[in-house]
Every structure is written in C-alpha cells, then in structure tokens.
C-alpha cells in the first residue's frame, strides 16, 4: 500500500510539470464559510492559484462529474515521522534516519487523503521535520505543506522525557528543559535550527509512562520564558495538556494552542476564550487505543489511562464547544495509522459539532490557527490552489471525507480517482 501510494504521487509530480491553466469544473462546490452550496462549481486555477472573473476561452477543462469541490485540508496536529504501532520501546531500535524515510511514506499517504497543509508537532528524529518540510517545498518528495515544530519542549520526568528507566540511561535530552533560561536557549536553538513553531509538554501525557496526564508540568516563570522568547523569534507556541491546571497555565502564559484538552474546565475554557487561545482536540487518537485486540501495542500503563480520560474528555470538548473557543482539527496521526488522518470527522460530529462546523475546523479555523487565512482554508480568488474533490454532500454525509476522490496542491494535481 505505502508503495502504491508513494508510485502515485511520483507518477502525479511528473504530471504536474505540465502545471498549465485549467478549469476545475464538478457538480458541486461547498463555500466552507457560508456553508452554501454552488451548482455547479467552478474553479479557475492559474500559476498555482485561484482566479477571479471568468477564465478566458479555450483553457483546458477537467470536468470531475458528480463530485464537490472543497478547500485542501489541514491537520493541525501529525506526527509524521512516528510509524503508528511502534510501542514505547520501539522508538529506542529505530534510527532517526529510519524514522525520516517513515515520515517520506506518510507525507505521500496524508497527501494522498486530502491534506494539503499539515501542522507537525513533536519530532524526536534530529530536526528531521524540518528536511522532511523542506523536501516538500522544493518539490523533491510528494507530501503537504508543512509547519514543523522538531522536538517538543518537556520538564524532567515530564511527558517528554524517558521515565522507568535506570538513572544511567540517559537518551536525548536537549529537549529537557527545567529553568526559565533553559527554556529561553532552546526556543534560540530551535529558532536556529529552522522550526516553524514551539510544541511544549504542559502535563503529563498518556503514551509516557510513570506520569499524570492531569498534573501540571513547568513551572509559571519557565511557560512565561518559552513563550516570551518564541514571540521574539516570530513563533507560535503550541502546548500538549490533558489537565485543566496546565491548560490554564499554557493559556495564561500566551500559547497559541492547546493540544488534546482533554479535561477543560468551563472556567479555564472562559479565559481561553478570552485569549483567542485555540483548542487542537485530537479525538480519534484516544479512541484508537482503546480499539479492540490494542493493534497499536500500547502498554498497559497507557491504556488505563486512556480509559480513565475518554469519559471525561467528551465532556471536556463539549465545554469548548459551549464557550466558543475555536477548534482547530488535529488528529495525532502516528498514535494511529497515517492514512486514517479523516478519521476525526466522524468523531467531532458524534462529539457534538454540525458536519460544516467538523469541515471548517479543517479549512477555516485551522488555516487561521496556522496565521495563513489569506492563503489557504477556503476556495476563493487569490488563495493557493488547494483543492480537494469528494463523492457526494460532505454536509449530509460527513464519512466521504474519508474517501477523498481528487487532489491539487498548489495548482498541481496530486491525484485523480476515475
Ligand atoms: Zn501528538
């Protein structure tokens, strides 16, 4: 499969060195801010981009028959270069090398889903993201659009670091930060290293052993130090919490988003509110390591904690949706298989949000989260060509998104299903 996968979006890259002016044409387009549907949409698409006004005669015309047109689509939280199922352990036999050629194969999978931009957030193989990223922008590989945040920033014993272990096991540990000038040398040394943003771990987590997804982590003075110093190098800070403590003490810190969010408070989601702090809830995540058979070998630890959360973060998202907060999607894709990244549809409408509310975290609210609403997020004149093509209305039938029939980046056709 992955080599099906990585043949087609070659194959597709050769294609688009033909990259010329066309017209996307298809029974429907979705206008993903007003929620209406245009029969029958049209694009035209020049220079990699959308056109305003009518396309000049005699412009090629790819007719994709009963279908709707939609934005690309962005997953604000991946793991790219984790295969899915490597169990704790499995990340200590594989070399960084090997987990870059994974994240090759994976960028060409979600690609190949219909997500065009990705937002990478915690990478352990040597700034191997930012390669990955760059590889993709020069056109050399097939994949999304990537904003990449290397290693994720953690306190010792924290969610980050490798905890069970005999004191004289020590593996990698630039990322382990414990005072506010700790923290202030690696967002420079991250900065220098070419990332795009900061992932910090503000509690403890679930796939970690030996530590509490509810406590919190750093310290107020060290979130303030990482925060502030990311601001000065023009970064966003993004924050891992399960807890509510250290869901408010990222969100008072001035994180641009918390991730997972598991256990939010009405009063913490007020002050998020407040802040315009985002929530990246992650959902399917969870629940694919609760799956029967745990075909992700997660250790036994982990699953007692993942049942202990799941009941209470479906109240917890139920929270963030009543306060408003905007909600950005994000799947953690490398805890489950890459291609599965459109799982989250199907949850975050079981969880509460309409099927327009599930696709525009995707494209309008995730493309705001990334600071890049005028370019990409919606299907209008003078965005980047980013085009997706579904069988069906996504909005009476939310699962098509999980069958994505065609896809442009950047005005080039990636893949196009008969
Ligand atoms: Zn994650």
Redesign the pocket.
């Known amino acids: 499969m992955p080599l099906r996968c990585l043949f087609a979006c070659l194959l597709a890259m050769s294609l688009s060195a033909q990259e010329r002016p066309l017209i996307l044409k298809a029974a429907r387009l979705l206008n993903v801010r007003t929620g209406k549907l245009e029969t029958p949409g049209q694009l035209w698409v020049k220079a990699g981009r959308i056109q305003a006004g009518p396309p000049p005669a005699g412009v090629e015309i790819i007719d994709l028959g009963n279908r709707t047109l939609l934005p690309g689509l962005i997953d604000c ?1 991946t ?1 790219l270069l984790f295969p899915a199922g490597l169990g704790e352990l499995g990340y200590l036999k594989r070399s960084q090398a090997a987990m870059v050629l994974d994240g090759v194969v994976n960028a060409c999978k979600v690609l190949e889903a219909g997500f065009t931009t990705v937002r990478d ?2 990478a352990s193989a040597g700034f191997g993201d930012v390669a990955l990223r760059d590889a993709i922008a020069r056109g050399d590989i097939p994949g999304p659009r990537m904003l990449v945040a290397g290693p994720a920033l953690s306190i010792t014993g924290g969610h980050g670091d490798l905890n069970g272990f005999p004191p004289h096991v020590h593996v990698g540990e630039d990322h382990i930060v414990d005072s506010p000038d700790a923290g202030r040398h690696a967002v420079r040394e991250w900065h220098k290293r070419g990332v795009d943003l900061i992932k910090l771990h503000a509690t403890g987590g679930g796939l970690s052993n030996h530590d509490d997804p509810g406590a919190p982590s750093f310290s107020p003075p060290e979130f303030k130090a990482i925060v502030e110093e990311a601001r000065r190098r023009g970064l966003d800070v993004c924050a ?1 919490a399960h807890g509510d403590a250290g869901i408010l003490e990222a969100t008072q810190a001035g994180v641009r988003s918390i ?2 969010g598991s256990l939010l408070s009405p009063a913490t989601a007020k002050e998020m509110k407040a802040r315009g702090t985002f929530l990246v809830p ?1 959902l399917y ?1 969870l629940e694919s390591i609760l799956l029967p058979g745990n075909p992700y070998k997660v250790p036994e630890g982990s699953l007692a904690k993942a049942r202990a959360i799941l009941p209470l973060r479906k109240a917890g998202f139920r929270v963030a949706l009543d306060a408003g907060i905007p909600i950005a999607y994000g799947t ?1 894709i ?2 489950f298989e890459h291609g599965q990244v459109a799982a989250d549809f199907r949850y975050l409408v079981s969880y509460g949000m309409t099927p327009l509310q599930a696709l525009q975290s995707a494209t309008l609210v995730a493309a705001e989260l990334l600071r890049m609403g005028g370019e990409i997020g919606s299907l209008e004149p003078g965005h980047i060509a980013d085009v997706i093509a579904v069988d069906g209305d996504p909005l009476t039938d939310i699962s098509t998104l999980e069958r994505v029939r065609f896809v442009m980046k950047d005005g080039k056709m990636v893949l196009r299903i008969p």
Do not use: K, Q
């Open positions: 939280h793991h957030v915690g891992h991730e997972h992650t995540a953690d490398g805890v």
